[in-house]
Every structure is written in structure tokens, then in C-alpha cells.
């Protein structure tokens, strides 16, 4: 999902990068107020170990392999505002040192894969964790968190390549959400996998200072949800004119926002009653409702093969918060 | 691993690994903002962007077989994404007009990477006030990079050497024990390394 240079034009390439500053910005000061200097190298460390886990292909079909993003991993086992930080460096340095995402497109990377990925990613995490308590229930979020931020990820790439006039809503959508849909399985799959591996081997890694920490941070969350919003109301709510209740966590922050942040920037596309376009945007979009349960599902049955519920209550990792 | 499999020409001697890095930066920075802002109506501009290029890629004495071979690997996710463009009208032109962009962003980005080592682009990023909880980010991140890289070579040849070729199913399993030990051994590494970090007077 790395943007290379040359796909962005001045307007999108602009307004990501203050987009991706911004929520950067947000999360260095959300950690220089609450991270314990203690964790301060982990941050480091963390993100060498992203871009090393990144390098482990795990095999799919045919000789064709996928790996680990690593956004929803890294939230849940270091927090959301050290998951931004952590998965920003990754792309600062694959684009730095390896050419790979391009210096123009580095604040889109950042703004898909950190941002929307590590935030939204960990804002589905939270709720749904709560929900279902024990391991089982961090199982269940954590991979049902990894499909929604990989396809949320994939649809804001595909809108900024739209607004950018380098492809077009109604091809690149299906394309991007369509593969990133099944991407988003072995993502959801592999971080399930992990985390069960992790809480069996250390499972005090799963609980970090969250509950001293959290309380405070309104603010932070506040600024995510803005900045978040915005991004999404500026590449992807002007494309999708009607958009269907799938993908319920989109559709409301879309709703919060569409009027503050519409006008900004008007619809970009001349061609917009095509009539191709609706009935491929809203054919992704079922698609993407319907994928949505599907993958709660999936993750219901990994979880449940992973951490059998009756086993939950005297496992060490399920013990009650204040 | 060789600390050096990313950015393995960095330490050559040349004219143009001896500018200064903030000067590189800004350069390739400038360059790839030019390149990309380009109207697709100019094929002259590029043709001189790609000359100016050839002649550094020239001074700076980087093999040229390194610098098409790593072109290459980074080719197909470009050819992969303007495709799309494919769909437009007029979309022939446009796909020709971003692959070469494309590829002319790529070789000065690898170009940048391979002219320059990461701690001299870390200092220029110092200097410009990047806060310092990110710089510190990265530059532990780049100096242990290459140790967990090592690590997780080091695990998969005693995982390859204890089992029989794995079943599908099997070895995501095992792939992601894999991946879990390697973050609890890169969080225990955290730990030590704030104890030297703190025995040695940080904060």
C-alpha cells in the first residue's frame, strides 16, 4: 500500500502531509506527557522489530507470500499514540533508506498506514475488548481490528490516488478495497497469531500502563478523531455519494464531519454521474458490509480456536482493570 | 546480516558522497517535488532530469548493475499501482508519463540512500528541529535494525534446521511464534539498553 512518488499531486500531496504532521505531532506529545522514559527505547526497538517482522514472509498460495503491517499489533501491545510514532519511523526509514513509498507521498503513507491504521485500527480494538473480556475477547478485537484498518487503509490510499486524478473512484476502489479485503484476512490471521504467542510466553506484555495513563487523554483522542475525520471527509466523502451503513466506524465519523470539512474542497471528479460509478461504489460498499461481518466471524472462530473461553477465567492475562 | 545490506554504498569515496547531507536532502527533496509537479506535457523536462540524474549516478561511482537491480525491485509495485491509470480516458499516455516519473523519483531516492549514511540525514534532522522523541526513534530504530534482522535470520535457520519442510497450516503458526519471540527478545533488548542509556547519563 506504499504511495510511490509521482501518484500524488500538489493538492493531495499537501494536504496529507498536514494531515500526517498533525496526528504525528499529536501522538509525540500524547508520549512525551504519558510514556514513562523507561519505554522511551522500546518506541526504537519497536519499529526495528516491525521492519524486521515485515521481512518474515509467511506463504499463501502458489509460491506468493504476504507479511505483517503490523499497525493494529503494535497498538494493542504499546498503545495507539506509540503505534503512530512506531509505524511512522518504519515508513520514514523504508523511504529514506529504501525507496520504497515516495518522499512526496511519505505524508499519505503515513496518514493510511500510522494514523488511520494505528488509531482507527486501535479505536475498533478498544470497544470491542471490552465487550469480550479474557483473552479470547483480545484475540477477537485484535483481529477483527486488523481487517478493518487494513481495508480503511486501503479505501483513504484509493481516495487520495482519485483526488490525485491518477485513477479513477469507481476502478480503484473495488481494486484496492477488493484485494485488501483478503490482505486484511492473513493481517487479522498473523496478528491473532501473534498476540495468543505473545500472552502465552509473556503474558504481562499484553498489559501495558494503560489504565493509570488513559484516563487524561481526552484531548488526544479528540484531536485523532478530527484529524481522522478530516482526512476522510476530504478524500473519500466528496467520491462516495451515498454512502451504505457498512463499515459502521467510517460511515459515523463521516457523518460527524461531513458537514464542517465538505466544502473545503469540492467534489474534484467532473465525471460524476457516470453511471458506472454508482453501481461500482455501491456494489464495494455491500461487499464491504458484508465483509465486515464475515471477518467478525472469522476472527469469532479464531479466537475461539486460539483461547477457548472456559479457560479464560483463571489465565493470568484476564484479570479485571479498575 | 552485513550492517550495510540497505544503504551498502554509502561509504564510498566520491564527489558526490562528500557533499554535505542536508545539501543531498534538500536536492533530492527539490528534485522529486519538480519531477512530480511536472505537467505530463513536458517529455523534455524529463529527459534532462533523467540526463542530470545519469551524470551523478555516474560521479558518485555506485555499480550501475546495483542501481538497475534495486530499480527493478522497487518497478513492479509502480507498474502495479499506475495501471489503474490505464482505466482513464486518455490513460495510455498518462500510465507512460508515471512510470517514468516514477522511475525517475525511485533512482533519486536510491540514489539519496546510497550517497548518504542514515546518522549524517538524522543530524540534518536534528538541526531542523524534528522533535526529539521521533530522532531518537529512528536512530535506535536504524541502529537495531540490522541486530533483529540478524535475530530473526538467526531463529529461522535453527527453526529450518529442527523441522522437516512445514505444512501450510503449520507454518504460520510456528512463523508467528517466531515473530512473538522476536518482539519479546526486542522489549527485553529495550529494557537494557534504557539501563545503559540511563548508566551513561541520558536525561
Known sequence: MHIPDGFLDSKTAVATGVLAAAGLGVALRHARRHLPPRRVPLLGLAAAFVFAAQMLNFPVLAGTSGHLIGGVLTAVLLGPSAAVIVISAVLIVQCLMFADGGISALGANIFNMAIIGGTLGWAIYYPVSRVFKGRFGTVLAAAFASWCSTVLAAVACAGELTVAGKARWSVVLPAMAGVHMLIGIGEGLITALVLSAVARARPELLQPERPATARRSYGTVLAYGVLIALGLALFVSPLASKWPDGLDKTAEVLGFQTRAAGPIMPAPIPDYAMPGIHGSVLATSIAGAVGTVVAFVLAWLLARTLAPRTRTENSPSSSPTP | ?203
Not at chain 2, 557533499?19 to 511536472?38: E, F, Q, S
Not at chain 2, 522497487?74 to 508519463?97: D, K, N, S, T
Not at chain 2, 531518537?136 to 530473526?152: C, G, I, K, Q, W
Request: net charge positive; proline share 5%; glycine share 6%.
Open chain 2, 1 to 203: 546480516m552485513s550492517p550495510d545490506f540497505l544503504d551498502r554504498y554509502c561509504r564510498l569515496d566520491s564527489p558526490v558522497h562528500r557533499l554535505p547531507a542536508g545539501w543531498k536532502l534538500v536536492a533530492a527533496l527539490a528534485l522529486v517535488l519538480t519531477v512530480v509537479l511536472l505537467p505530463p506535457a513536458h517529455p523534455l523536462w524529463l529527459g534532462g532530469v533523467a540526463a542530470g540524474l545519469v551524470i551523478t549516478a555516474g560521479l558518485s561511482r555506485i555499480p550501475w548493475m546495483f542501481l538497475v537491480r534495486r530499480l527493478l525491485l522497487l518497478e513492479p509495485l509502480v507498474i502495479g499501482v499506475a495501471l489503474l491509470a490505464l482505466f482513464q480516458p486518455g490513460g495510455g499516455r498518462l500510465f507512460v508519463f508515471l512510470v517514468a516519473k516514477c522511475t525517475l523519483c525511485l533512482l533519486t531516492m536510491v540514489l539519496l540512500a546510497n550517497t548518504t549514511p542514515f546518522a549524517e540525514l538524522l543530524r540534518v534532522l536534528r538541526g531542523v528541529r524534528v522533535p526529539a522523541l521521533l530522532v531518537t526513534t529512528l536512530s535506535l530504530m536504524h541502529r537495531y535494525l540490522f541486530v533483529l534482522a540478524d535475530e530473526a535470520q538467526r531463529m529461522r535457520r535453527a527453526r529450518l534446521s529442527r523441522t522437516f519442510t512445514a505444512r501450510q497450516a503449520r507454518s504460520w503458526r510456528t512463523l508467528a511464534t517466531v515473530v512473538s519471540q522476536l518482539f519479546i527478545r526486542a522489549s527485553e533488548r529495550a529494557e537494557r539498553i534504557y539501563g545503559a542509556m540511563c548508566a551513561r547519563g541520558w536525561r
